[in-house]
Nanobody, 116 residues
Framework: QVQLVESGGGLVQAGGSLRLSCAASGSIFNIIVMGWYRQAPGKQRELVATITSSSRTNYADSVKGRFTISTDNAKNTVYLQMSTLKPEDTAVYYC??????????WGQGTQVTVSS
């Protein structure tokens, strides 16, 4: 079992920045991938960025060059630094992790709202 606690969402003007954090606890030694997804109203949940245990990253085309995913292994935390935010980035952002068994765990979600 892995427990995830997210923080850092909020309201920001277009062009601004936010940093999301997700702290993992529990069976963290089994984690192979950590990532962020988002879901806007009326839309399907979509991948934003992932990072593997070997620090390989992957980004959605819509956020490349603006968002950066990173981890602090000492704190068992994954971050999403979001810059040059756009109104279309408005969504609930979810942290997720996958462990060696293939099981995925999700955080409760944090709201990010970008005003124009």
């Amino acid at each position: 079992q892995v427990q995830l606690v997210e923080s850092g969402g909020g309201l920001v003007q277009a062009g601004g920045s936010l940093r999301l954090s997700c702290a993992a606890s529990g069976s963290i030694f089994n984690i192979i991938v950590m990532g962020w997804y988002r879901q806007a109203p009326g839309k399907q949940r979509e991948l934003v960025a992932t990072i593997t245990s070997s620090s390989r990253t992957n980004y959605a085309d819509s956020v490349k060059g603006r968002f950066t995913i990173s981890t602090d292994n000492a704190k068992n935390t994954v971050y999403l630094q979001m810059s040059t935010l756009k109104p279309e980035d408005t969504a609930v952002y979810y942290c997720c992790v996958y462990i060696t068994t293939g099981t995925g765990y999700w955080g409760q979600g944090t709201q990010v709202t970008v005003s124009s």
